[in-house]
Protein backbone atom coordinates (compact mmCIF):
# COMPACT_ATOMS: atom_id res chain seq x y z
CA UNK A 1 0.00 0.00 0.00
CA UNK A 2 1.30 3.30 -1.04
CA UNK A 3 1.53 6.14 2.40
CA UNK A 4 -0.87 8.57 -0.35
CA UNK A 5 -3.50 5.99 -0.55
CA UNK A 6 -2.77 4.86 3.79
CA UNK A 7 -3.38 8.54 4.49
CA UNK A 8 -6.37 8.79 2.15
CA UNK A 9 -7.91 5.54 3.63
CA UNK A 10 -6.77 7.05 7.73
CA UNK A 11 -8.35 10.42 7.02
CA UNK A 12 -12.02 8.62 5.69
CA UNK A 13 -11.92 6.69 8.72
CA UNK A 14 -11.27 10.12 11.00
CA UNK A 15 -13.67 11.69 8.78
CA UNK A 16 -16.35 8.31 9.49
CA UNK A 17 -15.91 8.31 12.90
CA UNK A 18 -16.28 12.26 13.76
CA UNK A 19 -19.77 12.01 12.31
CA UNK A 20 -20.44 9.23 14.41
CA UNK A 21 -19.92 10.46 17.66
CA UNK A 22 -20.86 13.71 17.51
CA UNK A 23 -24.64 12.19 16.68
CA UNK A 24 -23.84 10.45 20.19
CA UNK A 25 -24.57 12.17 23.67
CA UNK A 26 -20.98 13.52 24.93
CA UNK A 27 -21.10 10.45 27.77
CA UNK A 28 -21.51 7.50 25.08
CA UNK A 29 -18.99 9.45 23.08
CA UNK A 30 -16.02 9.49 25.46
CA UNK A 31 -17.07 5.80 26.63
CA UNK A 32 -16.28 4.90 22.08
CA UNK A 33 -12.53 6.54 23.51
CA UNK A 34 -12.33 3.16 26.13
CA UNK A 35 -12.98 1.09 23.24
CA UNK A 36 -9.87 2.24 21.25
CA UNK A 37 -7.84 2.40 24.30
CA UNK A 38 -8.47 -1.61 24.78
CA UNK A 39 -8.33 -2.38 21.08
CA UNK A 40 -4.94 -0.52 20.55
CA UNK A 41 -3.00 -1.99 24.21
CA UNK A 42 -4.97 -5.21 23.65
CA UNK A 43 -5.75 -6.40 20.20
CA UNK A 44 -3.07 -4.80 17.84
CA UNK A 45 -0.66 -4.33 21.31
CA UNK A 46 0.29 -0.88 20.05
CA UNK A 47 3.82 -0.25 21.77
CA UNK A 48 2.57 -2.05 24.20
CA UNK A 49 6.04 -3.40 25.48
CA UNK A 50 7.42 0.13 25.49
CA UNK A 51 5.00 1.11 27.93
CA UNK A 52 5.77 -1.65 30.12
CA UNK A 53 9.33 -0.88 29.72
CA UNK A 54 9.15 2.89 30.38
CA UNK A 55 6.67 2.16 33.24
CA UNK A 56 9.17 -0.43 35.33
CA UNK A 57 12.41 1.81 34.60
CA UNK A 58 10.37 4.70 36.15
CA UNK A 59 8.66 3.10 39.12
CA UNK A 60 10.71 -0.34 39.81
CA UNK A 61 9.62 -2.32 42.18
CA UNK A 62 6.38 0.41 43.33
CA UNK A 63 4.41 -2.03 41.40
CA UNK A 64 3.19 -5.35 40.67
CA UNK A 65 3.74 -6.31 36.65
CA UNK A 66 -0.27 -7.04 37.07
CA UNK A 67 -0.55 -3.67 38.69
CA UNK A 68 2.05 -2.49 35.54
CA UNK A 69 -0.73 -3.74 32.66
CA UNK A 70 -3.23 -2.37 34.55
CA UNK A 71 -2.07 1.36 34.73
CA UNK A 72 -0.46 0.77 31.01
CA UNK A 73 -4.10 -0.17 29.78
CA UNK A 74 -5.96 2.62 31.52
CA UNK A 75 -3.48 5.36 30.03
CA UNK A 76 -4.27 3.57 26.58
CA UNK A 77 -8.06 4.48 27.60
CA UNK A 78 -7.50 7.87 29.18
CA UNK A 79 -5.65 8.38 25.52
CA UNK A 80 -8.29 7.46 23.50
CA UNK A 81 -11.00 9.56 25.64
CA UNK A 82 -8.81 12.63 25.21
CA UNK A 83 -8.75 11.59 20.90
CA UNK A 84 -12.71 11.27 21.29
CA UNK A 85 -13.34 14.81 23.20
CA UNK A 86 -11.02 16.53 20.12
CA UNK A 87 -13.20 14.61 17.65
CA UNK A 88 -16.27 15.75 19.39
CA UNK A 89 -15.81 19.49 19.40
CA UNK A 90 -18.56 19.95 16.93
CA UNK A 91 -20.75 19.08 19.44
CA UNK A 92 -18.62 19.79 22.61
CA UNK A 93 -19.20 23.99 21.40
CA UNK A 94 -22.55 23.82 22.36
CA UNK A 95 -21.61 23.75 25.83
CA UNK A 96 -19.82 25.94 28.63
CA UNK A 97 -16.98 23.93 29.45
CA UNK A 98 -16.11 25.99 32.72
CA UNK A 99 -19.11 23.35 33.76
CA UNK A 100 -16.87 20.69 33.20
CA UNK A 101 -13.89 21.78 34.27
CA UNK A 102 -12.33 23.61 37.74
CA UNK A 103 -8.99 25.25 37.43
CA UNK A 104 -6.95 25.33 40.89
CA UNK A 105 -4.35 27.67 41.61
CA UNK A 106 -5.03 29.68 38.07
CA UNK A 107 -4.86 32.95 39.91
CA UNK A 108 -1.13 33.82 39.95
CA UNK A 109 -1.12 33.21 35.80
CA UNK A 110 -4.50 35.11 35.58
CA UNK A 111 -2.73 38.28 37.54
CA UNK A 112 0.30 38.28 35.48
CA UNK A 113 -1.69 38.03 32.00
CA UNK A 114 -3.49 41.60 33.63
CA UNK A 115 -0.42 43.18 33.02
CA UNK A 116 0.01 42.67 29.86
CA UNK A 117 3.12 40.42 29.65
CA UNK A 118 3.13 37.29 28.23
CA UNK A 119 3.83 33.69 29.30
CA UNK A 120 4.98 30.17 28.65
CA UNK A 121 2.39 27.64 30.04
CA UNK A 122 4.32 24.31 30.11
CA UNK A 123 2.25 20.76 29.63
CA UNK A 124 2.97 17.12 28.75
CA UNK A 125 1.15 14.31 26.71
CA UNK A 126 -1.03 14.65 29.62
CA UNK A 127 -4.65 13.59 30.42
CA UNK A 128 -7.16 15.05 27.96
CA UNK A 129 -4.09 18.31 26.56
CA UNK A 130 -6.97 19.10 23.81
CA UNK A 131 -9.63 19.78 25.69
CA UNK A 132 -7.26 21.58 28.14
CA UNK A 133 -7.01 23.97 24.87
CA UNK A 134 -10.16 24.10 24.15
CA UNK A 135 -11.25 25.11 27.77
CA UNK A 136 -8.85 28.34 28.13
CA UNK A 137 -9.88 29.41 24.75
CA UNK A 138 -13.44 29.75 25.44
CA UNK A 139 -13.17 30.99 29.02
CA UNK A 140 -10.80 33.89 27.15
CA UNK A 141 -7.31 32.65 28.70
CA UNK A 142 -5.08 34.61 26.12
CA UNK A 143 -3.01 31.83 25.13
CA UNK A 144 -1.83 30.08 22.01
CA UNK A 145 -1.08 26.43 21.52
CA UNK A 146 2.09 25.54 19.81
CA UNK A 147 1.48 22.08 17.88
CA UNK A 148 2.70 19.45 15.69
CA UNK A 149 2.39 19.05 12.19
CA UNK A 150 1.24 15.18 11.53
CA UNK A 151 2.14 13.63 8.75
CA UNK A 152 -1.11 12.76 7.13
CA UNK A 153 -1.49 16.21 6.40
CA UNK A 154 -5.54 16.05 5.72
CA UNK A 155 -5.53 14.63 9.30
CA UNK A 156 -3.46 17.44 10.72
CA UNK A 157 -5.68 19.87 8.56
CA UNK A 158 -8.77 17.91 10.06
CA UNK A 159 -7.47 18.68 13.52
CA UNK A 160 -6.64 22.27 13.20
CA UNK A 161 -10.04 22.69 11.59
CA UNK A 162 -11.55 21.58 15.31
CA UNK A 163 -9.02 23.31 17.35
CA UNK A 164 -10.13 26.94 15.60
CA UNK A 165 -13.75 25.42 16.58
CA UNK A 166 -12.56 27.02 19.83
CA UNK A 167 -10.67 30.10 18.94
CA UNK A 168 -7.62 28.21 19.40
CA UNK A 169 -4.45 30.11 18.87
CA UNK A 170 -2.47 27.94 16.89
CA UNK A 171 0.65 28.46 16.26
CA UNK A 172 2.69 25.30 14.03
CA UNK A 173 6.13 23.97 14.74
CA UNK A 174 7.73 24.94 11.50
CA UNK A 175 7.34 28.80 11.92
CA UNK A 176 7.61 27.86 15.89
CA UNK A 177 10.05 30.99 16.71
CA UNK A 178 8.77 33.80 15.10
CA UNK A 179 5.06 33.04 16.51
CA UNK A 180 6.18 32.76 19.82
CA UNK A 181 7.80 36.38 19.90
CA UNK A 182 5.24 37.16 18.30
CA UNK A 183 2.83 36.11 20.54
CA UNK A 184 4.99 36.71 23.93
CA UNK A 185 5.34 40.47 22.05
CA UNK A 186 1.18 40.74 21.92
CA UNK A 187 1.02 39.99 25.88
CA UNK A 188 -0.23 36.20 24.86
CA UNK A 189 1.02 33.28 26.30
CA UNK A 190 2.50 30.45 24.49
CA UNK A 191 1.75 26.59 25.45
CA UNK A 192 4.04 24.03 24.56
CA UNK A 193 4.03 19.98 24.98
CA UNK A 194 7.59 19.70 26.38
CA UNK A 195 7.92 15.54 27.60
CA UNK A 196 9.07 14.00 24.33
CA UNK A 197 12.57 12.85 23.78
CA UNK A 198 14.76 15.53 21.79
CA UNK A 199 17.92 14.04 20.42
CA UNK A 200 20.88 14.98 19.98
CA UNK A 201 19.80 18.63 19.89
CA UNK A 202 17.94 18.79 23.55
CA UNK A 203 19.36 19.46 26.73
CA UNK A 204 19.99 16.37 29.39
CA UNK A 205 17.85 16.00 32.36
CA UNK A 206 17.02 13.79 35.29
CA UNK A 207 13.43 12.84 34.36
CA UNK A 208 11.69 10.46 36.59
CA UNK A 209 14.83 8.85 37.43
CA UNK A 210 16.56 8.69 34.32
CA UNK A 211 18.48 11.13 31.96
CA UNK A 212 16.46 12.62 29.43
CA UNK A 213 16.85 15.00 26.64
CA UNK A 214 14.57 17.62 26.32
CA UNK A 215 14.26 20.27 23.99
CA UNK A 216 15.44 23.42 25.17
CA UNK A 217 12.84 25.71 23.34
CA UNK A 218 11.00 26.49 26.18
CA UNK A 219 13.28 27.51 28.75
CA UNK A 220 15.37 29.41 25.85
CA UNK A 221 12.16 31.17 25.14
CA UNK A 222 11.02 32.52 28.21
CA UNK A 223 14.99 33.52 29.50
CA UNK A 224 15.16 35.37 26.27
CA UNK A 225 11.83 37.15 26.75
CA UNK A 226 11.95 37.48 30.38
CA UNK A 227 8.62 35.97 30.75
CA UNK A 228 7.73 33.74 33.20
CA UNK A 229 7.31 29.43 32.79
CA UNK A 230 4.10 28.09 34.59
CA UNK A 231 2.98 24.24 34.59
CA UNK A 232 -0.32 22.98 33.23
CA UNK A 233 -1.48 19.62 34.58
CA UNK A 234 -4.78 18.69 33.60
CA UNK A 235 -6.29 16.00 35.65
CA UNK A 236 -9.55 13.71 34.45
CA UNK A 237 -12.01 13.39 36.81
CA UNK A 238 -14.56 11.03 36.74
CA UNK A 239 -15.81 10.54 32.85
CA UNK A 240 -16.28 14.20 31.56
CA UNK A 241 -14.59 16.38 34.51
CA UNK A 242 -11.18 17.75 34.84
CA UNK A 243 -8.98 19.54 36.89
CA UNK A 244 -6.33 22.45 35.67
CA UNK A 245 -3.65 22.62 37.94
CA UNK A 246 -1.49 25.56 37.59
CA UNK A 247 1.97 25.90 38.95
CA UNK A 248 4.06 28.89 38.98
CA UNK A 249 5.75 31.03 38.37
CA UNK A 250 8.41 28.70 38.29
CA UNK A 251 11.83 30.41 38.96
CA UNK A 252 15.00 29.49 39.30
CA UNK A 253 17.90 31.13 40.46
CA UNK A 254 20.13 32.11 37.22
CA UNK A 255 23.66 31.33 37.20
CA UNK A 256 25.05 33.91 34.19
CA UNK A 257 25.43 30.77 31.73
CA UNK A 258 22.94 30.53 29.21
CA UNK A 259 23.18 27.02 29.10
CA UNK A 260 23.30 26.04 32.41
CA UNK A 261 20.19 28.47 33.28
CA UNK A 262 18.47 26.88 29.93
CA UNK A 263 19.13 23.29 32.38
CA UNK A 264 18.20 24.09 35.55
CA UNK A 265 14.97 25.70 33.94
CA UNK A 266 14.41 22.72 32.40
CA UNK A 267 14.29 20.09 34.70
CA UNK A 268 12.41 22.88 36.94
CA UNK A 269 8.93 22.58 35.02
CA UNK A 270 9.63 18.90 33.87
CA UNK A 271 9.90 17.73 38.01
CA UNK A 272 6.47 19.45 37.67
CA UNK A 273 5.27 17.01 35.07
CA UNK A 274 7.15 14.10 37.07
CA UNK A 275 4.93 14.72 40.22
CA UNK A 276 2.04 14.78 38.43
CA UNK A 277 2.80 11.39 36.39
CA UNK A 278 3.75 9.81 39.78
CA UNK A 279 0.62 11.11 41.40
CA UNK A 280 -1.32 9.96 38.25
CA UNK A 281 0.49 7.10 36.50
CA UNK A 282 -2.58 6.45 34.01
CA UNK A 283 -2.87 9.76 32.58
CA UNK A 284 0.36 10.13 30.57
CA UNK A 285 1.65 8.76 27.16
CA UNK A 286 3.67 5.97 28.39
CA UNK A 287 3.75 4.78 24.57
CA UNK A 288 6.58 7.07 23.32
CA UNK A 289 9.93 6.47 23.90
CA UNK A 290 10.85 8.94 26.13
CA UNK A 291 14.06 7.68 26.78
CA UNK A 292 15.14 6.73 23.40
CA UNK A 293 18.20 9.10 22.77
CA UNK A 294 19.98 8.42 26.64
CA UNK A 295 19.00 4.79 27.09
CA UNK A 296 18.64 3.13 23.82
CA UNK A 297 19.10 -0.46 25.39
CA UNK A 298 15.90 0.06 27.03
CA UNK A 299 13.72 -0.44 23.56
CA UNK A 300 15.75 -3.30 22.33
Known amino acids: MTKVLQHKIEYVFVRILVILVNILPVKIGIRCGDLIGIFAFSVIRYRRNVSLVNLRKSFGNRY ?14 NIGRGLMELAMFPSLKKKDLSNYIRVVNGEPLRDHFKTGKGA ?29 IQHNRSVN ?17 GVAARGVFAAIKNGRGV ?44 VREGLDHHILFIEGPIIIEKTGDKEE ?22 HWLWSHRRWKSTCPEDYR
Open 157 to 173: NLMNKHRAIFGIGLIEI
Open 191 to 234: AMLSDQDAGSDGVVIDFLGRPASTAKGPAAFALKTGVPIFYGAF
Open 120 to 148: VLISGHFGSWEMMGAYLAQAGWPIDFLVG
Open 261 to 282: DIKKLTQAYSDQLAKYITKYPD
Open 64 to 77: TDNEYKKIARRAYI
